[in-house]
């Protein structure tokens, strides 16, 4: 196909989908409006499945396939950003030297830690009753782990992150999500299907299926990121060219 051919199909495609995306947009409900049909079914099913926080009832349950598609693009994203940052034949890696912590800075850190990691928990925990949910959570958790490296130093990092088993953990849970859709299918429903036991409402108990996607999202999540950190930070501390002197 000549260039100018391909030009034209794409200024062909690009105008059908301007047109579909214009008529999509006049036809929405106005901002602000009292009335709108897809909120008010999302909290109509929400409700009806025992799920109080409405965003995981969609997130988990209404268009759970959805979600598993975007938690499959984060775990190829780190096993992506893994292999591209493995050492290269010309680098090796060097012992990180202790580094000073200002005594405000190492208090402030080791008090937030143990805050940081609860509150982590709590949001995966609680996904399926107030805000919060396994993405978010996930996230803090991540990220509150690594205020070890703020606290103390990288070597204080590296003892409270068994890498080999986050690994693992990042696999199984992106696994275990594409497996509970087969409990819908077991139930003689559609993949993903809510089908089991949808508890009370407003307990942890409650929201069937949500509660156990959600716990999946928030290790797979909490497990990817700090497994993505923990090879950018590498290469920023230990990983250095082959002769390079060290600093």
Do not use: K
């Amino acid at each position: 196909m000549s260039h100018s051919a391909r030009r034209r199909l794409f200024l062909l495609g690009a105008a059908v989908l301007a047109v579909a995306l214009a008529v999509t947009v006049t036809q929405l409900p106005q901002f602000g409006a009292l009335v709108h049909p897809y909120g008010d079914r999302a909290v109509a099913a929400g409700l009806g499945h025992r799920t109080a926080n409405i965003v995981s009832a969609v997130n988990f349950d209404q268009r759970a396939f959805d979600t598993l598609g975007e938690e499959s693009i984060l775990f190829a994203s780190v096993l992506g950003a893994t292999l591209l940052l493995r050492p290269a034949r010309d680098e090796h890696r060097r012992r990180p030297a202790p580094e000073p912590v200002l005594p405000t800075t190492r208090l402030f850190g080791a008090t937030l830690l143990p805050v940081a990691l609860l509150t982590g928990g709590y949001l995966v925990a609680h996904g399926q009753l107030s805000p919060g949910g396994g993405f978010q959570g996930g996230v803090v958790l991540a990220t509150g782990l690594h205020l070890a490296y703020v606290a103390a130093d990288y070597r204080a990092l590296r003892r409270i992150r068994p890498l080999t088993v986050l690994d693992v953990a990042d696999a199984v849970a992106a696994g275990s999500y594409a497996a509970l859709g087969l409990v819908g299918l077991a139930a003689g429903a559609s993949y993903l299907a809510n089908t089991l036991a949808l508890g009370t409402f407003n307990q942890l108990s409650s929201g069937g299926l949500v509660p156990v996607i959600n716990a999946a999202v928030g290790i797979e999540v909490g497990s990817g990121v700090i497994v993505l950190l923990a090879h950018f930070l590498d290469q920023a501390v230990e990983v250095v060219p082959t002769g390079a002197e060290a600093r």
